[in-house]
């Protein structure tokens, strides 16, 4: 499980649902984790296709700055993401990455490394644009960020209806490859 306070990166490419996960993770830690949570948000010119980043600080404590140099947490979904922002990455933090599309790692110091193929996951679940939603159960699950329930709860509240059903099966599936794969931080 995570410690307080998690300072986190979620990078990848426009149209990944990259700031969407960060929106839910931060909504699913106040709304029912009873947490505070800043988030921030950035798209390259490129918008879809392009990289975009989202970072979010959860605590127990009132935030006081938006920004962290140091990042506990970085999700990468996309290569060129991931180059830009792994140097954000504290020693002790963890990566998490998705090794369809992040398949050059750099040497780069951290605690723990979890290859995640979220794409993967989705595409057999029937659309590849669920990958995010298969990080975010992975994450609640492996890391502990939110529960099952908190995450479940806002993913209903927070997606269009017409992809309710997808994205819980989404985040169900990457909790699943978290308990199948024994994938906890120790």
Do not use: W
Not at 35 to 62: F, M, N
Not at 73 to 79: E, Y
Not at 148 to 153: D, I, K, P, S, T
């Amino acid at each position: 499980m995570m410690k307080d306070p998690q300072r986190i990166t979620l990078c990848g490419m426009g149209g990944q649902g990259i700031i969407l996960s960060a929106v839910i993770l931060g909504t699913a830690a106040v709304t029912r984790g009873k947490k505070y949570a800043v988030q921030t948000q950035s798209y390259g010119s490129e918008a879809r296709g392009g990289q975009c980043q989202a970072e979010l600080i959860i605590d127990s404590k009132p935030i006081n700055s938006p920004v962290a140099q140091q990042k506990d947490l970085l999700l990468a979904m996309f290569q060129e993401a991931y180059e830009k922002y792994i140097d954000t990455l504290a020693p002790d933090g963890v990566l998490v990455y998705d090794p369809d599309l992040v398949t050059s790692l750099i040497d780069h110091p951290c605690a723990h490394s979890f290859a995640v193929p979220a794409t993967q996951i989705a595409v057999d679940l029937g659309n590849r644009m669920a990958a995010n939603m298969v990080m975010l159960g992975f994450l609640s699950e492996a890391l502990g960020m939110v529960s099952h329930e908190a995450l479940v709860e806002t993913v209903r509240e927070n997606v269009s209806s017409r992809f309710v059903d997808l994205n819980l099966k989404a985040v169900a599936a990457g909790a699943a490859y978290a308990k199948e794969h024994s994938l906890t931080l120790s």
